[in-house]
């Protein structure tokens, strides 16, 4: 305990014992317990608070990664549906179509085969 052997408690032992005597010797020895007791409280304490921060970091890292994210998909979403921008992109779509040269008109088709169930012949097989 603290780095002391049983022969160094003894000795504290013995010398508390000359200086207070055995009256006071129980309520003191209550005394430093109750103490030892607090320390060891308000180091516990402090060892949870610090861990509590140390999770709140990371969660609160965690909180601005999924920020950044959604304020990236926000404008993201904005831009996709800004309408004014679609309109240009609409027009000018369209200048590109009426600027090109007119595509002529598909021809005729050529007039349909007739389609007969007849048996071939030995000069079409």
């Known amino acids: 305990m603290f780095g002391m052997g049983l022969t160094e408690i003894l000795l504290i032992a013995i010398v ?3 200086f207070l005597g055995p009256d006071k010797l129980p309520s003191t020895m209550i005394e430093i ?7 060891k ?7 949870a608070t610090i861990e509590d921060e140390i999770r709140l970091s990371g969660i609160k ?3 601005m990664d999924y920020k950044a994210e959604l304020a990236n998909a926000s404008s993201e979403l904005t831009r996709m549906t800004d309408l004014t921008q679609i309109e240009t992109e609409v027009k000018a779509i369209g200048n ?3 600027l090109e040269t007119p595509v002529s008109a598909p021809a005729a088709p050529k ?4 389609v007969t169930f007849a048996p071939k012949t030995k000069e079409e097989a």
């Open 16 to 18: 508390a014992v000359l």
């Open 33 to 39: 317990a109750k103490f030892f007791r607090s320390v």
């Open 41 to 47: 409280g308000t180091v516990n304490s402090a060892k």
């Open 61 to 63: 890292e965690s909180v």
């Open 96 to 98: 590109d179509l009426t």
């Open 111 to 114: 007039e349909p085969e007739a």
